[in-house]
């Protein structure tokens, strides 16, 4: 599996987990979540697997020690990605890469 349809699969399902969850006053947030996330999937597809972000997160650690696999999330990004709800595909890819920097270090 490349680092693209990783990224984009780890973010497909979170969306789908948004779509899902149904809470009587969430006012749209789940729903504004899962497009914003729907967003950055189609923007990670977009990608070549070879584009400078997607090469970053590989040196973060993001898909295992060897730059290749499944992505690893961990509790931070996951807590990152369920509470996205607005703004631009690259801004949430940059917050995931800071986020493993951050844990490396």
Known sequence: MSRTESLA???????????DRVEIRDRGRNARSALALLDATAHVESLPDDDPLLEALAEAGCFGPLGVGEFQAGEEIDRLVRFWESGEPGELLAAIRALFQGLRV
């Open 9 to 19: 699969d780890y973010l497909r399902a979170q969306a789908r987990k948004k779509l």
